[in-house]
């Protein structure tokens, strides 16, 4: 069974759309994270939600809003997409106190705006 | 706040040769320190971690000694493979939960 799931793989769509990409953690964890790697590799957190709550939310532009149904699932909405936009999104979990906080990655949704 | 520096790549290298990536962090506090490895096309998998100084984290050949005098922990292999070529990352987690990744390093070895 897949740890962490993300889906779609990849996505393509055009500027100025909406879309959404979905995470779903079996590991029980109780928080969940949104990465963007760059064309660089550069790893960029964007946010992480525990127990239903946003507690870190850095410097993203609002058209990015983490939802969080349950605390298996962190989707990824995104408003009004920009070709900035493009690249690879990966969803992370982990949990408190265990491991000492070790992150377990999805295999990253790649996303191309045109 | 926290900070990982990792050396910059890219780093090409022979079959069976010796490997080493830099890494160096800033932290307050007690951080747990990570090497995760990202394979073409694939997500971030975790290669080895280490949480209190003077630990030795160890996996698949590769090795990494928390250093908290000189706040390193550079990944060390002494026979790199074909099948090692990824992107190497040094991750950082600090005492408030918060994870930091070094810009990776894209390895590449040559039969």
């Known amino acids: 069974d897949t740890a962490v799931s993300q889906t779609p793989k990849y996505l393509v769509t055009q500027m100025g759309n909406d879309k959404s990409i979905k995470c779903e953690q079996n590991?029980?964890?109780?928080?969940m994270y949104w990465y963007k790697q760059d064309s660089k590799k550069f790893l960029k957190i964007m946010f992480s939600y525990n127990n239903k709550e946003l507690i870190i939310n850095e410097t993203v532009p609002n058209r990015f809003s983490p939802k969080s149904p349950d605390k298996a699932h962190l989707n990824l909405h995104i408003n009004s997409l920009e070709l900035g936009d493009s690249a690879v999104y990966f969803c992370?979990?982990?949990?408190?106190?265990?491991?000492?906080?070790?992150?377990?990655f999805g295999p990253g949704t790649r996303l191309l705006v045109l | 706040g926290n900070s990982v520096t990792q050396m910059e790549g890219p780093v090409t290298l022979s079959e069976e040769a010796f490997l080493t990536i830099n890494c160096t962090y800033t932290?307050?506090?007690?951080?747990?320190l990570f090497w995760y490895v990202q394979y073409p096309g694939e997500g971030l998998q975790l290669l080895l971690k280490a949480t209190k100084a003077d630990d030795k984290g160890s996996n698949k050949g590769f090795e990494a000694t928390y250093r908290k005098e000189t706040t390193s922990f550079h990944l060390e292999k002494g026979s790199v493979q074909v099948s090692d070529s990824a992107v190497y990352f040094c991750?950082?987690?600090?005492?408030?939960?918060?994870?930091?990744f070094g810009a990776g390093t894209r390895l590449t070895v040559k039969p």
């Open positions: 992370a979990s982990s949990q408190v106190g265990e491991s000492r906080g070790t992150q377990y």
């Open positions: 590991l029980g964890h109780d928080t």
């Open positions: 991750a950082l987690r600090g005492n408030n939960n918060d994870m930091r």
């Open positions: 932290a307050t506090g007690y951080p747990s």
